[in-house]
């Protein structure tokens, strides 16, 4: 699985976000054993994509928001888009035995609304909203459940590793069993997170998640949530690690894919109907973001 960064500025932290090949599913796992070690450090950063840290034994520290978490058996980090995890020392997570599980949202299926508005629609996804950028939310797995968590996991792996016949259905059936128990063991928290949601960010994405069609600009969201620009940018930005423009950049690129890998209208069409008029600007735009033009992107997919 491919990621991109994006380098880090006076006010964020490098982001990364998980940039899927034509026809690969877009989840991915990442073992953590003993003795595992980095050279140097690794800088802070953050996702804009969601995913969950799950620790099966005590040792190491994991560094998210401002705080340093000494690992516990049992752990579970929900890590949500624009969460900032800490610089990872060489030695941090050297006593950490557990697995790291990302997705996009693309991953439920062709029916969720787009990735940055999925994460406040889908009822398997509210644990990751929360909002501003503050770390992780830690959640805790009872000790009589924490065997079936690890075989799912590696269930996971195996099944994305060995890519056998019905590999996809059994990838998104294990995927959304965790999510299913994330969402149970959340279910604590859920008024809490529900109290401090942000009722600027959700407007701001149901304006891109009803407009991105058409010609749409940070001014045009802007007007629509009746502040302004610059207060709009600075605070999506502070708030998930993106502009406005990139989010509406990626809604239009996660139906574009879609519709490239589902359909056979012209390219041109494609563009049209996802908020570009202009064929050209639609394949430089989606060749930025994907190394490839949308006709090589449809072909590789069908290969």
Do not use: C
């Not at 075989?151 to 965790?178: F, K, N, S």
């Amino acid at each position: 699985m491919k990621t991109v960064r994006t380098a880090p500025s006076r006010d964020r932290p490098a982001s990364y976000s998980m940039l899927p090949a034509p026809g690969e599913l877009p989840v991915a796992t990442w073992q953590l054993e003993h003795g595992w070690r980095i050279n140097g450090s690794f800088e802070e950063h953050s996702h804009d994509f969601p995913g969950l840290a799950y620790f099966q034994t005590t040792g190491g520290m994991l560094r998210t928001g401002r705080r340093a978490w000494p690992i516990e058996a049992g752990d579970l980090f929900v890590i949500a888009p624009g969460d900032v995890m800490g610089r990872v020392h060489a030695t941090d997570l050297e006593d950490a035995q557990g697995w790291g599980v990302f997705f996009t949202a693309d991953a439920l299926g062709p029916d969720v609304p787009g990735a940055h508005l999925a994460w406040r629609t889908h009822p398997l996804l509210f644990p990751f909203v929360r909002g501003g950028a503050i770390g992780a939310l830690r959640l805790r797995v009872p000790e009589p459940d924490r065997p079936e968590w690890s075989g799912r996991i590696q269930a996971l792996h195996d099944e994305l590793a060995q890519r056998r016949d019905g590999y996809r259905e059994a990838v998104l059936a294990h995927l959304v069993l965790m999510l299913v128990g994330v969402s149970r063991l959340a279910a604590d928290v859920v008024g809490d997170l529900r109290e401090n949601s942000e009722p600027l960010l959700a407007e701001v994405f149901e304006v891109i998640e009803r407009r991105y069609p058409q010609p749409l600009s940070l001014r045009d969201v802007a007007a629509a949530v009746s502040i302004s620009p610059g207060h709009l940018t600075s605070t999506v930005r502070r708030r998930t690690g993106r502009t406005v423009q990139e989010w509406i950049t990626e809604r239009r690129m996660v139906q574009a894919r879609r519709l490239l890998a589902a359909t056979e209208l012209p390219i041109s069409d494609i563009g049209r109907q996802v908020g570009f008029p202009d064929a050209g600007y639609f394949a430089r735009t989606f060749g930025k973001v994907h190394g490839m033009s949308p006709a090589r992107w449809r072909r590789a997919g069908a290969g």
